[in-house]
């Protein structure tokens, strides 16, 4: 993928073809299969299995995952491409993706070792399997590393025991990606380990689905691991390696969080455009007031922004430079982007944004939690700051 951004001759900005293919295909899909039925997923809570089979029939739930385990192998940038893509439609669609693509599954991708990837992945890839990430707990958001889940060696496995909340698909998931304290001592430093978790085994439950303010269609829940038997051999990296991997593959995740926001903001912009040269007011279009026209300027340009502080950070992912600052910048500054550029498509569409008929509302509601989930933008300023600092 270095080729997307470099060439011999000097800076290529131009995506390849297959990219470009790719994004056409899943904007077809979009528009054919997801923007139909968004009202309904949004009154239902609920996306339609014919919908989750199809996503499946399309490849994407091995979009960014290698190809000796059954992805697609468009590495990061085509991945942020399709989900990009993906967020013109409801923020349900992206969200079902990125828990199981972004963190989910990743985690076992980036640090799982080869016999347990190649047991698990192709299921995955191939969406036959369903992955989610379980690291917050109620006395542990923000602050990751004081997470309470233990985890105790037993003959030839270890006992689970803890609780982990806000799981996004935990409902649904077959597995999770699930972080717990193997040395209480050493905390973060070595003392949590990544393990992989059959969530239909004996001592896993399910809570309830949480009541959420938007992202209908998306569920969250607890996990709670009462005595939950896990093999040793399902160790994620290595024992006391686990932050590690979790930051690792939060990294992952809030790259290509940032890549649905700008799908996000560039259908919003698209739709304030066409209403503002619809909508008649003192006798003339209001594209043709100044307010509204700066307005449209602004979202364009923070758009503009944003897509390429994303195309840039997956190009690093693509060449294996680490890219933690970058990601914490993309989430930031994306995050804050789809939320500004919404909220300004609302007060541009007026009363008719308020309703639901619009999808500005939905779309109002669902942007909010961008600056809290993937890690809080204050938190991501911290990292951001750490990085300078640390030179």
């Known amino acids: 993928m270095s080729s997307v951004m470099h060439s011999p001759s000097g800076l290529n900005f131009e995506l390849p073809e297959e990219l470009v293919l790719l994004k056409r295909t899943i904007r077809e899909f979009v528009e054919k299969e997801l923007w139909p039925i968004a009202s309904q997923v949004e009154e239902t809570d609920e996306i339609p299995q ?7 029939s399309l490849g994407l739930f091995g979009l960014p995952f290698a190809e000796q385990y059954g992805g697609a192998g468009v590495g990061e940038l085509g991945y942020c491409v399709a989900l990009e893509e993906l967020g013109r439609a409801s923020a349900a669609f992206s969200n079902l993706l990125g828990a199981h693509c972004s963190i989910g599954a990743m985690a076992l991708h980036l640090d799982g070792g080869p016999e347990l990837k190649a047991r698990f992945m192709p299921a995955l890839c191939a969406g036959e399997k369903l992955a989610c990430f379980a690291l917050s707990e109620p006395g542990a958001g923000s602050d990751a590393a004081n997470i309470a889940t233990r985890a105790v060696l037993d003959g030839d496995g270890y006992v689970l025991n803890g609780v982990k909340h806000f799981i996004t698909s935990g409902d649904i998931a077959d597995y ?3 972080f717990a304290v193997t040395d209480p001592a050493r905390g973060a430093r070595g003392g949590i380990t990544a393990f992989w978790v059959d969530l239909n085994g004996p001592g896993v439950t399910r809570g309830p689905k949480d009541r959420k303010m938007g992202l209908f269609g998306s569920h969250t829940c607890e996990l709670i691991f009462r005595d939950a038997r896990v093999p040793a051999d399902h160790v994620i990296g290595s024992v006391g390696a686990g932050f590690k ?5 939060l990294d992952m995740g809030r790259l290509s969080l940032a890549a649905g926001c700008v799908g996000s903001a560039q259908f919003m912009l698209e739709k304030s455009v066409a209403y503002a040269k619809e909508r008649v007011q003192f006798g003339q279009p209001i594209a043709r007031q100044q307010a509204v026209q700066f307005m449209l300027a602004d979202m364009a340009t923070e ?5 390429n502080m994303v195309y840039h950070t997956a190009w690093k992912a693509d060449r294996g430079e680490r890219f933690s600052m970058e990601a914490a910048m993309v989430k930031r500054y994306c995050s804050d982007m789809a939320i500004h550029v919404v909220d300004r498509a609302l007060q541009i569409h007026g009363g008719s ?3 639901k008929e619009t999808g500005i ?7 909010r ?3 809290i989930y993937e890690g809080t933008n204050e938190i991501q300023r911290l990292i951001i700051a750490e990085e300078l600092l640390r030179g």
């Open 50 to 56: 014919a919908t989750i089979d199809a996503m499946r």
């Open 303 to 307: 758009i503009f922004a944003a897509r």
């Open 361 to 367: 509302e939905r779309a109002y509601r669902d942007a």
């Open 369 to 371: 939690i961008l600056a």
């Open 245 to 249: 991997t979790a930051m690792k593959t």
């Open 353 to 355: 944004g308020f309703m």
């Open 176 to 178: 999770a990606t699930v």
